[in-house]
């Protein structure tokens, strides 16, 4: 099964996704950009197309069948999720737009009624910017204060700072379980440990873990947890927050409508039981219907094999980049996942990225949606190959001999 350390996951999985059989400038797709959004295997699209052809109708309200088997389909999606997640019970998972709207929620509910002028949020210094932002703006409408813990130069966390900056002060610590720039994976049980010594909840951004290895929850003891369905292979404009349920009861709606009640008069309104208190108005029921489609596909799959075959095409890319005198790799922690950020000395990444994309090399180019991660390490923006269970390292070679050809052009 395996070749100089690579399982061969890819190869019989590539036929899933029809786009991978596209081209591009004439030149086969090499797609290395899933960490900005993966592609979708055909089990997802067909999902989609049939519950839009066969199945479709609003959930939750219908006495009628075709309501009911949607309603049934949705809340299977739950439990899919719930299973992926080893979440205790299927209340506890809470549809979003995605990881920006289930950290906004935990922010404006969990931040509303938690925190207090000169109260305290822990983050780090490598977070996206839908972990930070969030933050800023509840600290601006509570009084609260953001504090950031630092990394060294490899783009790993110094835990002994971190951990002296959780005091009684501390309402949240909110931590990216895998950096999108960096790639680094962070201590996310040693972070928990330290926070739940002082009764703090902690917050993991799991945007960029979900989709690369195995999460649970519960043995993670993680207090919140979301991701993204359009990077674990699913739709767009579909996520997931878990809480505990203690913590979710507790916290105020955050949104107000259709579903998130038990009754409403004008004198008074009764919201509804976790979940559906955090799901107003009519959500994105194909979208979850293909995100429960999707993360089964990964179980099947199995997210060891997929972290495996990552991890094994992280370290022929690290050796093939590392082996060219002009890049510099940015994150180079010790635990990473499949995420290479880099530098070619003298161009700058967005022309990379262009002369890329002439052999059919998608890769992305920028600041990440991290600007102070950039500010860190005094770049104005990095090139970012990400990897997939579909890549091979033969995509691998092809990013190599387009930046071999960039480096021959600018000379
Ligand atoms: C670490 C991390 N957090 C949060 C997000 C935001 O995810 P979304 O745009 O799907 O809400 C991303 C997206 O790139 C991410 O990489």
Redesign the pocket.
């Known amino acids: 099964m395996t070749t100089h350390g690579q399982t061969l996951i890819s190869e019989s999985l590539r036929g899933d996704f029809p786009i991978l059989q596209e081209e591009m400038h004439g030149k086969p797709l090499v797609y290395l950009d899933s960490?900005?959004s993966a592609q979708k295997p055909q089990v997802v699209i067909d999902a989609l197309s049939d519950f839009y052809e066969k199945g479709y109708a609003n959930i939750h309200r219908g006495v009628y069948k075709l309501s009911q088997d949607a309603t049934e389909a949705y809340e299977h999606a739950r439990s899919v999720v719930r299973d992926f997640l080893g979440a205790a019970e299927a209340r506890e998972i809470i549809f979003t737009r995605?990881?920006?709207?289930a950290i906004n929620l935990v922010a404006q509910t969990f931040g509303r009624s938690a925190l207090g002028q000169g109260d305290e949020i822990l983050i780090t210094e490598m977070e996206?910017h839908?972990?930070i932002v969030p933050w800023q703006m509840i600290c601006e409408q509570t009084g609260a204060k953001l504090v950031v813990g630092p990394m060294d130069d490899s783009g790993t966390l110094l835990l002994k700072n971190f951990a002296e900056l959780i005091n009684e002060r501390t309402k949240l610590v909110a931590v990216?379980h895998v950096?999108?720039a960096l790639g680094t994976i962070n201590p996310v049980r040693e972070i928990i440990e330290l926070a739940h010594a002082q009764n703090i909840p902690v917050l993991l951004?799991g945007?960029?873990a979900a989709p690369h290895m195995p999460v649970d929850v519960q043995a993670l003891d993680v207090d919140f947890y979301t991701f993204?369905g359009?990077?674990v292979y699913g739709p767009t404009g579909i996520?997931v927050l878990y809480g505990k349920a203690a913590l979710l009861e507790a916290m105020p709606p955050y949104q107000g409508g259709g579903d998130m009640i038990l009754s409403v008069s004008f004198e008074k309104t009764i919201y509804n039981e976790i979940p559906h208190k955090f799901e107003a108005g009519t959500p994105d029921i194909a979208g979850v219907i293909g995100l429960g489609v999707a993360l089964e596909y990964l179980q099947d799959i199995g997210m060891d094999r997929i972290a495996a075959h990552e991890a094994a095409l992280l370290s022929y890319a690290t050796e093939k980049l590392e082996a060219i005198p002009q890049v510099s790799i940015i994150g180079t922690a010790k635990e990473k996942a499949g995420v290479i950020s880099f530098a070619v000395e003298g161009i700058h990444p967005h022309d990379l990225g262009t002369i890329f994309d002439q052999d059919g090399v998608a890769i992305r180019a920028g600041h990440h949606?991290a600007q102070p991660v950039m500010e860190r390490f005094d770049v104005p923006a990095t090139v970012r190959a990400s990897f997939a269970l579909y890549n091979t390292r033969d995509e691998i070679d092809a990013l190599v001999l387009g930046i071999e050809k960039s480096i021959e052009v600018f000379s």
């Open positions: 960490a900005a995605g990881t920006t709207e996206h839908s972990n990216s950096s999108n951004d945007a960029q993204s359009h990077k996520g949606c």
